[in-house]
């Protein structure tokens, strides 16, 4: 993984808002982050500032909701004033010096971006058919690269990108049904434990995550040599942890499949379909497919699947 990430996009663009004369029409729409997880540019201003209201007034600190109103001039009393004016009548009105409202700000806005994020508010938008959001934690991106050589599975690599959404988080953990080792891992411990379907992968953090600190955890899986293998036709996730965006990678070394598809969001014994036309997959005479997901939740599978000739 590299760049910067939609939760550093979006503290980077509530911090920006709250600067000037604050949340105003055209500045919100400067916002662009913030638009799109309040819902999207083509929403009107007064629907965007009632979701934004919402989600300021569902963060847990009240002393959090009433600054961060403050902050982005939410309020008629801090209405066409520039943020140190806020701050300074803020500041009056709990007995605390404008340096000290300032110093606030970070925390404040950190909470507001997990509100966001997590979409645990009333007016959040939710893709259709997904239900409310919930968990000690987020998924805010995750990718899988998979190497197929001659039909058989020779490695994956995995890189989890989360927000925990509590403090005190110690490990995380990835099961499987296909026998494997790990043989490398950044960001935490791997123990494997196997367990009567395959196998579970503990990863434990040297520090209990804390809430709203983004960790990234990235690892290597290859088989563990108990058996010679199986012709490998699918390689699926299941996420119980909200997941806002998830990429796999497939490459293929020698053979290549005959008939290639992805899918989204099936039950177990459903996947992995037969596939639809726009579900199908060219590589174009390459070796590598790459396929994007948004918004996935509830232990449902997504994937890639194809047919040796």
Known sequence: MSGIYLFDDLILDLTNLRKNEGCTPARLRESGTVVDILGGKTLPYRTLKASLVSA????????????????????????????????????????????????????????????????????????????PLHGSAIHERVEVIVIVRDRLWAETRETFRTIPLINGVEFFEVSSDIPAVITETAGAVANTITTNNGVKHRFTFSKPLKRGRAATLGYTMRPDGSKDGDYLREETRAFHLPTL???????????????????????LFERPGVPKRDQLIDIKGGSTTVVEWSDLYGGLYSGIAWEWA
């Open 56 to 131: 300021i007034c569902a963060v847990p600190d009240q002393r959090d909701t009433d600054l961060l109103l403050a902050l982005f001039a939410l309020e008629d009393a801090y209405t066409y004033t520039l943020l140190e004016t806020r701050q300074e009548l803020y500041g009056e009105k709990i007995g605390r010096s404008q340096s000290t409202v300032a110093r606030r700000e970070a925390s404040a806005i950190r909470e507001l971006a997990l509100m966001l994020i997590s979409r645990r508010y009333a007016m959040s938008p939710l893709p259709e058919g997904v239900p």
């Open 245 to 267: 965006a998830f990429q796999m990678e497939v490459l293929f070394i020698g053979e290549k499949p005959r008939l290639i598809w992805h899918y989204s969001q099936l039950p």
